[in-house]
Structure formats: structure tokens, C-alpha cells
């Protein structure tokens, strides 16, 4: 007889349980979180259900809505077309499928971003965690675990702000340009509003991680959950945005697929 497929043995492997689907989605709702801007600047909308039937005159049989958003609220992808520095670049449609599914390094600075809100991930961070785990995912995901989701039920704590700004963590702008430039990693996925930093504004150039990652034609994933749940290496990332023509980036289902002993 020949040997199963890969296919095959991957249904198998789901129905056995010997492979786990975590989700790293947040549920979108109104109450989901969204990214405030200075009120000189545009703003993003919350998410928001407009009715359309619900088993009525409207329509007996049927319930379904309407619905708006901004297309960078709850969990969503950054497209290379969000920032500036890539508006000459791929738009949330043109991202390739087979870019969708890759795998994912998980490094957990969860006890430091516990310590200090504005903690930044250096490259010297990322050396050491390559050190005990092997090199970071050639064509895959780095995920950045700070234990931020346990934040996502309220705005106000999930944005962490006062008079000087929002207090979250990320990557240092020499980190963001070294993983946008010389990693082979296709994007960075964060637990945060955004795969900057709280501070990014004031650093150069401001909004690192958007602008580097961006010019460089890789991608964003905000707002994950439940990264506790996966090892740091091994698990295998799928993305499932929208493909809005001319999008910029879509809020997106977002899965992880981990083999379980």
C-alpha cells in the first residue's frame, strides 16, 4: 500500500488530536479595543453590528447584519500598503495565499513587560532566544509574547495611556530594522493595539516596526491571543485576512496549528 499523504496526514492528525488548532484571534465586538490617534488625525472606527433581520418581516427565515470597521481593529494584518514607506507595495489582496500559512517563532517577554510596560525587545534578546532555540523561521512568523491579551477585555488598560502617551512594549528601532532587514522572518505578530511600541512615536524614525517592516514588503499581525499556548518553536501560523482590493490590511482569523505528544 502506499504511504498516506501529507494532506492525509495532517486531517489525521486534527481528528486525533495529536495536532492542536489554537486560536489567536479576539473576538470583534464593540467593544474590541481600537488604536486613538491625536484628534488632528484621522480614527479608526469600532466595530459595529447594524441589523438587517433577524427572523422578522424583514426576512422570516433569516438573521444577518450589516457591519463596519476599520480595517486595522481587533486582530488584523498589516499590508506593506499601511505604511508610506511601502505604499508602492503589495495592497491586503495582493498578499500571496501561500504567505498566509508559515511558521512561527514565539518569544516570551512576558516577566519583563510585567516589570516595565515600555520594555523593548533588542536584537541582542532575539540572539539569545535563537542561542537556546535554533534561528528564527526562514519565511515564517516572529510572535512576541508580553502577556498583553490578558489586558484586551477594556480599552483603557489594553492602551495603557497617560499624558505622555500610551505604555506598551515591542521592539527597539534597531530590533524593528533588523528584523525587517536582515531576519528571514515574512512579518512580526504582537498581542498589542499595534506592532509598534507605546513609545514609537518619539523614536527615529517614529513607528519603527510600521516602517521598516512595511518598506520592506513583510507583514503585521496585531492584537493575537493566547501565544501562552504555543511553544517557541514548531508551530505553524495561518492568517486569514480579508483580501480587500486595495486594502490595507483587514481584521483576520487567526490560527495556530501545534503538535501535541
Same mark, same amino acid.
Given at each position: 500500500m502506499s504511504e498516506p499523504s501529507v494532506l492525509a496526514a495532517l486531517v489525521s492528525g486534527l481528528r486525533g488530536g495529536s495536532i492542536e488548532v489554537v486560536d489567536l484571534t479576539s473576538p470583534l465586538s464593540s467593544a474590541t479595543p481600537v488604536l486613538r490617534l491625536p484628534p488632528e488625525?484621522?480614527?479608526?472606527?469600532?466595530?459595529?453590528?447594524?441589523?438587517?433581520?433577524?427572523?422578522?418581516?424583514?426576512? @422570516?427565515?433569516?438573521?444577518?447584519?450589516?457591519?463596519?470597521?476599520?480595517?486595522?481593529?481587533g486582530t488584523h494584518f498589516d499590508a506593506p500598503n499601511h505604511w508610506v514607506t511601502g505604499k508602492d507595495l503589495a495592497d491586503v489582496a495582493s498578499v500571496p495565499a501561500g504567505r498566509l500559512i508559515a511558521p512561527a517563532a514565539v518569544l516570551d517577554f512576558t516577566a519583563e513587560a510585567a516589570k516595565d510596560p515600555d520594555f523593548l525587545v533588542e536584537v541582542d534578546h532575539v540572539r539569545a532566544w535563537e542561542t537556546a532555540h535554533g534561528l528564527l523561521p526562514d519565511g515564517g512568523w516572529l510572535l512576541l509574547r508580553t502577556g498583553w491579551d490578558a489586558r484586551s477585555h477594556a480599552q483603557e488598560a489594553f492602551l495603557n495611556a497617560d499624558e505622555n502617551g500610551p505604555h506598551t512594549p515591542g521592539l527597539s528601532p534597531e530590533c524593528a530594522r533588523w528584523v525587517a532587514?536582515?531576519? @528571514?522572518?515574512?512579518?512580526?505578530?504582537?498581542e498589542t493595539v499595534g506592532t509598534d511600541a507605546g513609545r514609537a512615536h518619539s523614536f527615529d524614525p517614529a513607528f519603527p516596526c510600521h516602517s521598516y517592516l512595511m518598506g520592506s514588503d513583510k507583514y503585521g499581525l496585531t492584537q493575537l491571543q493566547n501565544l501562552a499556548a504555543l511553544p517557541p518553536t514548531?508551530?505553524?501560523v495561518v492568517a486569514g485576512p480579508l483580501p480587500i482590493v486595495s486594502g490595507s490590511g483587514s481584521p483576520a482569523r487567526v490560527l495556530a496549528l501545534v503538535e501535541r505528544s
Open positions: 488625525f484621522g480614527q479608526t472606527q469600532v466595530f459595529t453590528l447594524e441589523e438587517i433581520s433577524r427572523y422578522d418581516d424583514r426576512g @422570516p427565515a433569516w438573521y444577518w447584519n450589516n457591519f463596519r470597521s476599520g480595517e486595522h481593529t532587514e536582515e531576519s @528571514p522572518v515574512i512579518g512580526l505578530g504582537v514548531g508551530s505553524v
